[in-house]
């Protein structure tokens, strides 16, 4: 089955860190060029002298840097190949090889040529290292970490091998290994302010929340300007206070509303905001982390008294924003805290302030952002928001960011009078017009929606993305010679826009013209080859024709290959098998397609349609009525004509 998505401007601001692959102390060995190419041996001439003579192990390593510097891999791998094998003892060749496989994410060879070194040379630290490097990016987490304790074991003054190692046994749930490993750095190097950090962390993973504020106050007596200690602080405390605290191990599967009703046996708003509440580093509710821990605090029934850790929180913002006045993430914390607590006249004068910075300064801006919204604190931001206007009523950014709010909570026309209210000529307009006529489009005022866009087009003719947008508008009002007007304009400012030519295609799809589909999405994929979206269309089209259907299933395999699970890619290989009469086939993707997206009419409908023709009416029967029911609930809809056309003629056969 074909998916067609809905365009809509989305803000999102997120970025994720960690540490993966430590090459550092091999740095200063690929910044140098031996004049000794043989590890073994001294050179028997000059650098010049050898490499200019082929046949010599530097004329072909010279040979593979200059390959390398031309940005021609290839003739890199081959030329220090050729390197090897005129000096097969040469680990530092062995390692350059490796690292051009490790550039590439063939790791395997990579790992065969490091696994060479070692054999020859068991105690090479270089190469354990890397050893250790290839298996995390495999993704082969306990032989990364025996590789880096043995590194650890053989050299105990690499300090960073000390946090990689930590941050593995962390990523893997394993935050006791984590610890002592956080703990021999903090012994061996005690002015080093990270390894504190790193094991106060993993005590605050497992609950020993004594230790972690310990470990976190020690990383400020070495360093009192630091950010990040004080912030997991401040975390710190605001779980401490939540009394009886319980926790999860997320499993895969899990969900944060699963999880709630698994601790308090119910799940509502209410517990949702106290658990992301106790539980920051959560970034999207709807996404958990497998091996990550969710402490979940007690429910509370009222305010809770103040504690001495309020003071301490408290204290700690204050501490942020005496050194750095600008931390808008300390500031946005801090007064939503005022409030938490009762403190509202130090909440609102905090508010108002920032409400009053963000006229000039749209860091605040994108503090709110990067604090709550990203992270779907809708309550908070609308609190902080509301709290902001009153110190600066007429800022666009702050009007922005309430609609955007709103429109998150479903408030649309409260939505809408906010972004009416972003001023013309600010950096906040234009994407306040898209969201205004999407709205207006979803309000039912279409010809609203069609003005706003309109004026989008008129103030960013070389933009094709409002081409896209008003395009795919008239598209869904079935309006298809002005959609597919719209789409060409667009081509004509960039001829190789993927959107564009895909939203083309479906409109040819919609109006008929099927080899100008198949045409349209072979030239997308001459731009795009591994687009699945363009594979699985193609492909389905073939199939709907029944044509080409063995080139069908390799167009569609690939795109499942990209799209692991995608029920509508899943389907359409079931009706690829159907088309091609293999009905078992058939009928197991199909099903596997409705059970990754059970309400979807189209799905449905094409099961159906499969126990029919296997001869299982009653099966059959049940699909279609379903398909019925949850007319207007898919991506693309089914004929409802047809679909009781179908149950009649299975029911008209059982009356015989």
């Known amino acids: ?126 190469a354990m290292v890397m050893r250790g490097g290839i298996y995390h990016r495999m993704g082969e987490n306990d032989k990364a970490a025996a590789a880096y304790e043995q590194v650890i074991a053989k050299d105990p003054s690499l300090e960073k091998i000390y946090l990689i190692l930590g941050s593995i046994y962390m990523e893997t749930n394993a935050p006791r290994r ?11 190097f005690p002015d080093l302010w990270d390894g504190y950090f790193f094991l106060a962390k993993a005590h605050k993973e497992m609950g020993n929340f004594s230790a972690a504020e ?155 952002f990067q604090v709550l919204i990203d992270r779907q604190q809708y309550d908070e931001a609308r609190t902080v928001v509301t709290g902001m206007l009153k110190g600066a009523p007429d800022a666009a950014g702050l009007h922005y960011m309430m609609g955007v709010i709103l429109d998150k909570a479903k408030e649309k026309q409260k939505a809408l009078h906010h972004f009416e209210k972003v001023a013309e000529g ?17 309000t039912g005022a279409t010809r609203q929606a069609e003005t706003t866009f309109r004026q989008l087009i008129q103030d960013n003719p070389d933009n094709p993305k409002f081409h896209l947008y008003l395009g795919s508008l008239y598209e869904r009002e079935e309006a298809y010679e002005k959609a597919k007007q719209l789409f060409k304009q667009g081509l004509e400012i960039d001829p190789g826009n993927i959107d564009l030519m895909f939203r083309l295609g479906v409109v040819y799809d919609k109006t008929g013209r099927k080899q100008a589909v198949i045409q349209q999405m072979k030239d997308l994929l001459e731009k795009d080859p591994d687009n699945a979206s363009a594979l699985n269309y193609l492909g389905f089209t073939y199939a709907e024709l029944g044509e080409k259907l063995d080139k069908a299933r390799s167009l569609i395999e690939k795109a499942l290959r990209l799209k692991p699970d995608d029920p509508y890619i899943t389907d359409s290989l079931g009706w690829v098998y159907f088309k091609k009469g293999d009905l078992v086939k058939a009928l197991e993707m199909l099903k596997k397609a409705v059970n990754l997206e059970p309400n979807d009419p189209v799905l449905l409908e094409h099961l159906g349609d499969a126990y029919q ?19 207007g609930n898919g991506v693309n809809e089914s004929d409802p004509a047809e679909i009781k056309s179908k149950i009649d003629r299975i029911l008209k056969s059982t009356e015989h």
């Open 426 to 442: 600010t950096r906040y307009y234009e994407n306040a017009l898209v969201h205004m006529a999407f709205l207006y489009e979803e």
């Open 1 to 126: 089955m074909i998916s067609t998505p809905t365009f809509r401007i989305t803000n999102s601001i997120g970025h994720c860190f960690r540490l993966i692959l430590l090459l550092a102390p091999m740095a200063g060995v690929m910044a140098c060029s031996p004049a000794v190419i043989n590890d073994k041996g001294a050179a028997p001439a000059t650098t010049a002298e050898l490499s200019s003579v082929p046949g010599n192990a530097y004329y072909y390593f010279t040979k593979s840097e200059i390959s390398r510097q031309e940005g021609d891999l290839d003739n890199t791998i081959y030329w220090l190949n050729r390197a090897i094998h005129a000096d097969p003892d040469s680990a530092y060749l062995k390692k350059e090889l490796a690292f051009i496989f490790i550039y590439q994410e063939d790791y395997p060879k990579a790992l065969g040529l490091v696994n060479q070194i070692l054999d020859d040379q068991p105690d090479n630290v270089d």
């Open 214 to 368: 310990e470990n976190f106050q020690k990383c400020l007596e070495l360093d009192s300007q630091l950010l990040s200690p004080r912030f997991e602080l401040i975390s710190l405390y605001k779980k401490w206070n939540t009394g009886d605290i319980k926790s999860r191990t997320v499993k895969p599967g899990d969900t944060l509303s699963g999880l709630c009703r698994e601790v308090y046996g119910r799940y509502d708003d209410k517990i949702a905001e106290n658990v992301l509440a106790a539980n920051p580093e959560i970034s999207d509710m709807n996404a958990l982390k497998a091996g990550q821990t969710i402490v979940f605090p007690a429910v509370e029934t009222a305010a809770p008294p103040p504690t001495v850790r309020d003071d301490k929180i408290i204290s700690l913002y204050q501490s942020i924003l005496d050194d750095y006045p600008d931390n808008y993430k300390a500031a946005i914390g801090l007064s939503l805290f005022y409030h938490k607590t009762g403190e509202q006249k130090k909440a609102r004068d905090l508010m108002k302030s920032l409400g009053e910075k963000s006229r000039s300064d749209i860091g605040v801006v994108r503090a709110l």
């Open 613 to 631: 023709k296997h001869g299982d009416s009653e099966k059959a029967l049940e699909m279609y009525r379903r398909s019925l029911e949850n007319t």
């Open 178 to 188: 984590a610890a002592n490993v956080y703990k021999k750095i903090t012994t061996r």
